[in-house]
T-cell receptor
Framework: DQQVKQNSPSLSVQEGRISILNCDYT??????FLWYKKYPAEGPTFLIS?????DKNEDGRFTVFLNKSAKHLSLHIVPSQPGDSAVYFC????????????FGSGTQLTVLP | NAGVMQNPRHLVRRRGQEARLRCSPM?????VYWYRQLPEEGLKFMVY????????ESGMPKERFSAEFPKEGPSILRIQQVVRGDSAAYFC??????????????FGSGTQLSVL
């Protein structure tokens, strides 16, 4: 049973436009959410996070939105750049989980020049 | 994430052999985590260790898999009698603090295990 779902395996966006990556979760115990970016042959790199007490967190070109009632979060990248092309993983954790993160299956973002 | 060192990058084993994967956390980090990524899937938590202690091994298969993080030296993930289904990318991560809201794991580049 997938507790964190990324239903779009891939997304293509034109350079300069907005990229929106989506993530849904089923476990209501999750209270902290993270996005990681992964290039081929490298480990995931932390991008941005959000606590369940917030509904938005922004860091430069990256903004994460959390809709707790819908158990949905999204990552917005604007403007998108070719260097943003990577696999993006959504991850979640619950209190007392000893840092056990539950990852989604990832979305391959391709930003076209 | 360049600070978390994993070796080897690629490991080829025949069925029945043992695989040892090593991980040196970032300097000053005392928390180590192992994750496994099967093809076309996300990373799956395996085990969380602090120096000389296993804190959470709820994601570890009950048999053939073990992990340690000794007082001195790297963390080791050991897989005995490997089978083809063990073929995956194994990622190690480390963190500095256990404070809530600071769960930033820094990942290594992974070890790709291939079982022939």
């Amino acid at each position: 049973d997938q507790q964190v779902k990324q239903n779009s395996p891939s997304l293509s966006v034109q350079e300069g436009r907005i990229s929106i990556l989506n993530c849904d979760y089923t476990n209501s115990m999750f209270d902290y959410f993270l996005w990681y970016k992964k290039y081929p042959a490298e480990g995931p790199t932390f991008l941005i996070s959000i606590s369940s007490i917030k509904d938005k967190n922004e860091d430069g070109r990256f903004t994460v939105f959390l809709n707790k009632s819908a158990k949905h979060l999204s990552l917005h990248i604007v403007p998108s750049q070719p260097g943003d092309s990577a696999v993006y993983f959504c991850a979640a954790s619950a209190s007392g989980s000893a840092r056990q993160l539950t990852f989604g299956s990832g979305t391959q973002l391709t930003v076209l020049p | 994430n360049a600070g978390v060192m994993q070796n080897p990058r690629h490991l080829v084993r025949r069925r029945g052999q043992e695989a040892r994967l090593r991980c040196s956390p970032m300097k000053g980090h005392s928390h180590v985590y192992w994750y496994r990524q099967l093809p076309e899937e996300g990373l799956k938590f395996m085990v969380y260790l602090q120096k000389e202690n296993i804190i959470d091994e709820s994601g570890m298969p009950k048999e053939r898999f073990s992990a340690e993080f000794p007082k001195e030296g790297p963390s080791i993930l050991r897989i005995q009698q490997v089978v083809r289904g063990d073929s995956a990318a194994y990622f190690c991560a480390s963190s500095l603090t256990v404070d809530r809201g600071s769960e930033k794991l820094f990942f290594g580049s992974g070890t790709q295990l291939s079982v022939l």
